[in-house]
């Protein structure tokens, strides 16, 4: 129980320290995209019609609210961002109050059982000795977690590392299953993970619960016949080198399993879905097509029509995945993705650029409505797709997503004109947002590089944005560059040259998302930081290198002065001034900034810049040092702190400023005390008010933060797996 204690009393000083500081309502809303990330798993309710949940590996969970149609994220109140990495969701097969979730990111995060009775709105949090890893590979197989049917307050773990688990009183309290035979193998090391017990399932219609061991092993699966108290190897089935993934039971008591050489979504070169006739203990090779490359993942029955399964492929590149269908138990197949079509409209990103969206990838969940026997919905890398014609000869997909932003975004920026937002996104690009409420149609495409790094605008001409990206797909043209005239919504390629370092000539260094790329206010001027900062005021036609910049400085220009440019040399605590339009720099004054700089340096090629100048106003400037803000109106000759000792601030932002206020206001993600939350001030930096509550806490997982030059008490969130989050002051 000492577990338990530590979590109420960790909740109780979090929730003390909230009620000491001064706050403000806000009203928050995700910025709409839908969905956007990897959904391991969809379980429907098999207690209530209309009723599904949906883990995601990285952004939480999400129940089905078939009144309002829409996906309702069940985890914002929840201030540990490791429980948004759900390994395992479990549904009460007759309570459909009732769900359960297995939640832990990764082997070195907490991990917890998560228990509700009102549909996951709200939760009784049991942290546990044994670890998760619900973003680590083998993340799409599953359920590990299982409620017995038959004793609905007795469920099943199989661990990753620590073998067998059970509670007795509906996931308060656990202890290890000693007679199951395969006790794990203990905790990864490195980067590395297990599968551990891949699945747990109980046949509803007897005692006999099966276990599959997704571990290098002589035996694969297990059965118990007395509820899980003993448990014996079932022999026979597919080669050793083949891991059980997924399973079915049907009501005559036949097995279906998927199986993969790899834990997946990649790394996956072999798969098969055998059957295992449970009475006569005969196994049966089932699989659709042999020999080709990727597994199988996904895994349904039809409750309605026996003999009915559905599976689907995983890391099946080449012609990409696809669901098979077969009537008859698995003695014929057919592809639905040669008979499908999709309508994205909803959700334009998904075609990625191209005239239509693809099928899918890293389809690892797959399952039939228990309720209605047309419609079918799977999983992707980057939606959820359902169709309703799951018995035509045609089948329409769609993606089932509103209501899901399950997104790590990267950057974002406000302009002063065009559109509210434009966004960088991990995987996915990023966006323009014309509308915060519709999922957008521009996408960051030119360089075609998935995870967009930084954006900036001019100040004084918002229509011009840049951005920088990682090139880890290898675009064709060899660039991770990019501008654009109209505000985002076309985009021109942008490559730096080679450069001379220390007298010799060395490659580019803007190929690889290290390049952090800045504009002028009056749009005409690039400047991109590296070893050196180069300069270029055609369009990349030709560069210059500023002098009076040592190595490795990082430039930001004046959002009103044109021929104003900063520079930060993190290294030797220096800023510079240039005041010819980024062709020279000189040292700045800086009297009243700290000498140590180093803590300022941004340690990775996506963190936000410490150093942030003022929409509208020349020469004003905020720098974040070691957790506190300082503030130049005079262009960088002299700072003063704006913020107090009190609060550390880990992201700021800068928004339209308060009604008669001389400062704009400042937004932050911080730390008051035990207390994180996201603050606003309005009296440059003094004073600090909490504008999120109890209810949207979204794991504390952030990003950036950033405010509306436009509209005052606007504040953008980008979260690292929940997408942007919004909020506007509710009075």
């Not at 209501?403 to 996104?425: D, M, N, R, V, Y």
């Amino acid at each position: 129980m000492k577990f338990v204690a530590a979590l109420i009393a960790c909740i109780s000083i979090a929730v003390a320290a909230s009620a000491q500081v001064p706050s403000a309502p806000y009203e928050w809303r995700n910025v709409v995209v839908g969905g956007g990330g990897f959904a391991p798993n969809i379980v429907f309710s098999t207690a209530e019609q209309g009723l599904a949940y949906l883990r995601t590996d990285m952004g939480g969970a999400y129940r089905w609210d078939d009144k309002e149609q829409q996906w309702v994220p069940l985890e914002d109140a929840i201030p540990t961002g490791s429980y948004f990495g759900v390994e395992s969701l479990a549904a009460d097969p007759k309570d459909p109050n009732r769900v359960y979730l297995a939640a832990g990111m990764y082997q070195r995060d907490p991990a917890a059982m998560l228990r509700s009775s009102d549909r996951g709105n709200s939760w009784s949090i049991t942290p546990v000795p044994f670890k998760m890893g619900g973003n680590e590979d083998g993340r799409g197989m599953g359920e590990r977690l299982a409620i017995d049917p038959n004793h609905t307050s007795t469920l099943l773990f199989g661990s990753r590392h620590d073998g067998l688990w059970r509670s007795d009183d509906s996931a308060l309290n656990w202890h290890k299953v000693a007679s199951f035979p395969w006790p794990g193998l203990g905790p990864a090391h490195g980067r590395s993970t297990h599968g551990g017990i891949s699945f747990v399932i109980f046949d509803p219609h007897s005692r006999t619960v099966f276990a599959g061991v997704a571990d290098p092993a002589a035996q694969h699966l297990y059965r118990s016949t007395n509820g899980g108290a003993t448990w014996q190897a079932v022999t026979g089935g597919p080669p050793a080198a083949l891991l059980p993934v997924k399973a079915a039971i049907d009501p005559s008591g036949d097995l279906y399993v998927d199986y993969c050489n790899g834990l997946g979504p990649n790394g996956i070169t072999i798969g098969a879905v055998w059957k295992l006739d449970t009475r006569g203990g005969r196994w049966s090779d089932i699989t659709p097509e042999r020999g080709t490359e990727g597994g199988y993942m996904g895994l349904s029955l039809d409750r309605t029509h026996a003999g009915r399964i559905a599976v689907s492929t995983v890391d099946r590149w080449h012609p990409g995945d696809t669901v098979w269908l077969s009537n008859n138990g698995g003695l014929s197949w057919t592809s639905l993705r040669e008979r499908s079509t999709t309508d994205v409209s909803a959700t334009p990103f998904l075609k990625f650029g191209k005239p239509g969206a693809d099928f899918g990838h890293w389809m690892s969940g797959l399952a039939f409505d228990p309720f209605d026997t047309s419609t079918l919905a799977y999983t992707t890398g980057a939606t959820v797709y359902r169709t309703h014609d799951a018995l035509q000869r045609k089948l329409l997909w769609q993606p089932w997503v509103r209501g899901i932003e399950q997104t790590a975004i990267i950057t974002l920026a406000s302009p002063t004109g065009g559109a509210p937002l434009i966004s960088g996104f991990g995987d996915i690009h990023g966006f323009v947002h014309d509308r915060l409420d519709v999922s957008p149609t521009a996408m960051l495409l030119n360089p075609d590089v998935p995870n967009t790094n930084n954006i900036d605008y001019g100040g004084l001409a918002p229509s011009v944005v840049v951005r920088s990206a990682s090139n880890y797909r290898d675009s064709p043209s060899g660039t991770s560059l990019g501008w654009s005239e109209d505000g985002g919504h076309s985009w021109h390629a942008l490559q730096a040259p080679p450069v001379k370092l220390h007298g010799e000539l060395v490659e580019r260094f803007d190929t690889n998302g290290e390049a952090p790329i800045a504009v002028s206010a009056d749009g005409r001027t690039f400047a991109v930081s590296g070893p050196v900062l180069l300069a270029t005021a055609d369009r990349g036609k030709s560069w210059w290198m500023p002098t009076g910049l040592p190595e490795n400085a990082r430039a930001i220009a004046d959002k009103a002065d044109a021929n104003i440019w900063y520079a930060v040399d993190f290294a030797r605590g220096k800023l510079f001034v240039s005041r010819d339009g980024a062709h020279s720099f000189q040292p700045a004054a800086a009297k009243g900034l700290p000498q140590d700089l180093t803590s300022t340096y941004p340690k990775w090629r996506e963190a936000p810049s410490p150093l942030l100048a003022t929409p509208g106003t020349s020469g004003d400037l905020w720098f974040l040092i070691a957790g506190r803000l300082y503030r130049s109106a005079d262009g960088g000759n002299s700072f003063a702190a704006a913020s107090r000792p009190d609060i550390q601030i880990h992201f700021f932002g800068l928004g339209k400023p308060a009604p008669k206020a001389n400062a704009p206001a400042l937004y932050a993600v911080g730390q008051k005390g035990n207390l994180t939350a996201v603050w606003r001030s309005i009296d440059g930096g003094a004073n600090w008010t909490k504008i999120n509550d109890d209810r949207h806490q979204w794991g504390s997982r952030f990003r950036m933060i950033g405010g509306d030059p436009r509209v005052f008490g606007r504040v953008y969130l980008a979260t690292d797996g929940r997408g942007i989050i919004y909020g506007n002051p509710s009075r």
